[in-house]
């Protein structure tokens, strides 16, 4: 699959979530209250697109996506890094609510998340959702973008990709940084599991934070996000940006050892230096479309003309 095939995934991948999306108020109560049916819903909606696209270019799943073995000592390491880079995570996502509210508690809090058995709730987002996610975006995406381009360009629009299908500010900012971390540890081990396993890390670790909360007082998170000040934020991201300052630097410490670990030194200086033939445009119009469809949705623009058109329809009849 290369750049072009890629691009037509994205699109017809955002227009069916964005239909997934105005349908799901038809399922039933029992798919929409439950927040492991819904959530696997929504990553087969993301995903099964280009793993169709995939298999009909031909490709060999396990080889075109880099599903090797890595070593324990890197898995290890893999962890050390993933702890590493939460601070700027953390960083972005705290910036990012002088604008915008934090989706996942928001998401965490309207689902009643802490009345779900903790087991069913990790299984969700601590292990489907990385795994599935991480074959379309790295396993998918970044390999076809790197076939027909450099491995630095492919970064940039898998990360891109990655982080347009949250379709909302907040979670984009720090997954936009989350899809380099995970190229960058792909490119170090040469395989996927490297980036699922980053993934699941961070997902499963903050996951697990805010059921604990949760489970204590169901409407803590909640209410914190909403007492939360200007001058609270500012203090928070100094604290954090403090703490980048330290733990950045390390972090690329701890990269270099796994590409060295795995026998693949320099491989992240490459990145950056490599100069490819150019094979194909990766940037095509169906991108273009997807960007201006979920840059849509994220604005609540497309929301807001549906249903004025609908209101429109009714009032007609």
């Known amino acids: 699959m290369n750049s072009k095939k890629a691009n037509w995934a994205f699109l017809i991948t955002i227009i069916f979530y964005i239909v997934f999306s105005f349908c799901f108020g038809l399922l039933p109560d029992a798919i929409i209250n439950n927040i492991f049916l819904n959530n696997l ?35 290890w390491m893999i962890i050390l890094f993933t702890f590493l880079s939460m601070p700027l995570l953390t960083l972005v996502n705290l910036v990012t609510q002088f604008w915008v509210r934090n989706e996942v508690v928001t998401m965490m809090d309207t689902m009643n998340a802490a009345q779900m058995p903790y087991a069913l709730l990790y299984l969700s987002v601590g292990i489907i959702a990385p795994v599935l996610e991480e074959i379309a975006c790295r396993g998918a995406f970044f390999h076809s973008y790197e076939k027909s381009g450099s491995a630095l360009k492919a970064m940039l ?34 395989s996927l599991w490297a980036s699922i396993l980053y993934h699941g890390v961070i997902n499963g670790s903050q996951i697990t934070l805010m059921y604990m909360v949760m489970k204590g007082n169901s409407g803590l998170l909640s209410d914190q996000a909403a007492s939360i000040t200007t001058e609270m934020l500012i203090l928070s991201v100094a ?3 403090m703490m980048t300052a330290i733990t950045l ?65 009714s009032k007609s009849l």
């Open 41 to 75: 819903l929504c990553e087969l909606v993301l995903v099964l697109p280009v793993l169709i696209l995939v298999a009909a270019s031909g490709e060999n799943p396990v080889s075109f996506m880099n599903f090797h073995k890595i070593k324990m000592g890197s898995v």
């Open 239 to 241: 604290v954090y940006l």
């Open 157 to 190: 629009l898998s990360a891109i990709v990655f982080a347009l299908i949250h379709m909302n500010f907040n979670q984009a900012a720090y997954a936009f940084l989350m899809g380099i971390f995970s190229v960058l540890l792909l490119k170090s081990t040469g």
């Open 249 to 313: 630097p390390l972090s690329f410490a701890v990269l270099a050892w796994i590409g060295t670990h795995e026998g693949r030194p320099g491989v992240i200086s490459h990145i950056w230096k490599e100069r490819k033939e150019k094979k194909d445009k990766m940037v095509t119009v169906p991108f273009v479309l997807a960007l201006i469809l979920c840059l849509s949705v994220m604005t609540g623009i497309l929301p807001t003309l549906v249903t004025k058109a609908l209101l429109w329809m």
